[in-house]
T-cell receptor, first 113, second 116 residues
């Protein structure tokens, strides 16, 4: 079954600290993997998109990694800010003509002062 | 450029009624996808329209339907509402098909539907 699992479900960190969010998937065939940030009450915003040949991609303080062999991805946030408080959603696209997107349930991150 | 807009933002309906939600994509975007988001299930894909044709469909019952107009605006309809249909309904637009690499999706703010 095509699934995307994220951990932890929720995380609380202090402002200025780093954190890493995990995403494991069993999607096959694989096309690409995306990380989204969703603030409360708003739609998700894309952070990164990676294909199987890319193993690291950065967007400011956000760095995503992808290991296509172990089917794992991580999102590392450096020097966290209060505005990083949000849900982070991992999404994997199926390969092939249909190309449906499979969503993880997200990690809820709270950054405290 | 204006972002993706969705109307209405909030809606309250009763069981058995039907509802129509509207989505206006970013100018020039030809793909519109619809998602249901609930606390328990997260984001779930409903369907995607591209150039007025449904290209992909998720695992939802036939009560959920949609369409896209020639100006790329899209509507989603849910008939015979059930309590479990209460959710945030998000639409997203992209230049090309949503799943293709580097076709970034831009989400709207969503419509919060409550079924009583």
């Amino acid at each position: 079954k095509n699934q995307v699992e994220q951990s932890p479900q929720s995380l609380i960190i202090l402002e200025g600290k780093n954190c890493t969010l995990q995403c494991n998937y069993t999607v096959s065939p694989f096309s690409n993997l995306r990380w989204y940030k969703q603030d409360t009450g708003r739609g998700p915003v894309s952070l990164t998109i990676m294909t199987f040949s890319e193993n690291t991609k950065s967007n400011g303080r956000y760095t995503a990694t992808l290991d296509a062999d172990t089917k794992q991805s991580s999102l590392h946030i450096t020097a966290s800010q209060l505005s990083d408080s949000a849900s982070y959603i991992c999404v994997v696209r199926l390969g092939g003509s249909q190309g449906n997107l499979i969503f993880g349930k997200g990690t809820k991150l709270s950054v405290k002062p | 450029k204006a972002g993706v807009t969705q109307t209405p933002r909030y809606l309250i309906k009763t069981r058995g009624q039907q509802v129509t939600l509207s989505c206006s994509p970013i100018s020039g975007h030809r793909s519109v996808s619809w998602y249901q988001q609930t606390p328990g299930q997260g984001l779930q894909f409903l369907f995607e329209y591209f150039s007025e044709t449904q290209r992909n469909k998720g695992n939802f019952p036939g009560r959920f339907s949609g369409r896209q107009f020639s100006n790329s605006r899209s509507e989603m309809n849910v008939s015979t509402l059930e309590l479990g249909d209460s959710a945030l309904y998000l639409c997203a637009s992209s230049l090309g098909l949503a799943g293709e690499s580097y076709n970034e999706q831009f989400f709207g703010p969503g419509t919060r539907l409550t079924v009583l």
